[in-house]
């Protein structure tokens, strides 16, 4: 999967690190994203995707792999990237299209001012995270559908995904989180998150190593005390007392068993029978028992 000296590379790949542990950490990554896109039944052959790319680590690891996987021949679809400027203060709306004419990436810059709608509705001390993603969501459904797409990808990984099902458990009241691929409520789009199996941490490292533009997002990250921060921290204390647990619960969300779970829409606990044998007549070998005839 990596380059050689005699290897073409994708422009996104330029200048990247010749170190041993980058060269792992790129085929790790790569791997996984292979892995996750062949397991949930992701390709189309032909199908065109909309990359969504916010200018933060995951979105920029997720473009630079899916072209990878593209360039080997081993993802046959087409890449579109979509950049949504939601009007965010001080957003650096140059940085994206400057980058992406650079690296010669087919893309599409949308403006849609949903910031001022966010702090419209959004009653002081509340969090923007939830009607600023459904916006969003909205928006790019919209292009996706104007751009002939089939699928709209999101940079999501691993993390996300246990964040998400952890803040389900303890303040939804629900087993539930992003899945790698769903079909959204009109029925008409996929939704994949490819990143599914790599760790945050590799998407951190990943595009620091090759010096992508990272855009903060300042309008989510102003706001303290937010529910995923304190998820993140105890997910991040569990992983520094036992490494490796964050993967373990991970690979557990691969592995539910709705009758061990309480959950009667899933599992038919009034149905359940138990399986009985006929009396056996012991008689012949308790003769004792003859005599109480």
Not at 188 to 214: G, M, T, W
Not at 270 to 277: C, P, V
Request: hydrophobic residues 35%; aromatic residues 8%.
């Amino acid at each position: 999967m990596l380059d050689d000296e005699d290897s073409p590379i994708h422009p996104l790949f330029a200048g990247a690190p010749a170190s041993t542990e980058f060269k792992k950490l790129r085929k790790r990554i790569v791997r996984e994203t292979r892995e996750a896109i062949e397991q949930y039944g992701m390709i189309e052959r032909g199908a065109k995707w909309l990359v969504c790319l916010s200018g933060g680590k995951d979105s920029y690891t997720l473009l630079a792999v899916l072209h990878e996987l593209q360039w080997r021949g081993l993802l046959p679809v087409e890449l579109l990237a979509c950049n949504l400027d939601q009007g965010q203060p001080g957003f650096p709306a140059t940085v994206l299209p400057e980058f992406l004419d650079k690296m010669g990436v087919p893309h599409r810059i949308e403006y849609q001012d949903t910031y001022s709608i966010v702090m419209d509705k959004v009653p002081a001390g509340r969090t923007y995270c939830a009607l600023c993603s459904r916006l969003r969501r909205g928006n790019l459904y919209r292009i996706a559908r104007e751009e002939g797409c089939s699928a709209v990808v999101l940079g999501h990984h691993r993390d996300d995904i246990l964040e998400t099902f952890m803040m389900n458990l303890f303040h939804g009241g629900r087993l539930a989180t992003m899945p790698p691929k769903l079909v959204n409520e009109e029925g008409d789009l996929f939704v994949y998150r490819p990143l599914s199996f790599v760790a945050e941490a590799d998407c951190e490292k990943f595009a620091r190593a090759l010096n992508y533009p990272i855009i903060p997002c300042d309008l989510c990250g102003s706001q303290d005390g937010l529910q995923r921060q304190q998820v993140k921290q105890i997910l991040d204390g569990w992983e520094k007392s036992a490494p490796g647990r964050r993967q373990k619960m991970f690979r557990a969300l691969m592995n539910t068993r709705p009758s061990h779970l309480c959950d009667t829409g899933l599992f038919d606990f009034a149905g359940l029978t138990r399986r009985t044998a006929e009396p056996e007549d012991l008689s012949d070998k308790c003769p004792d028992l003859r005599q109480l005839d």
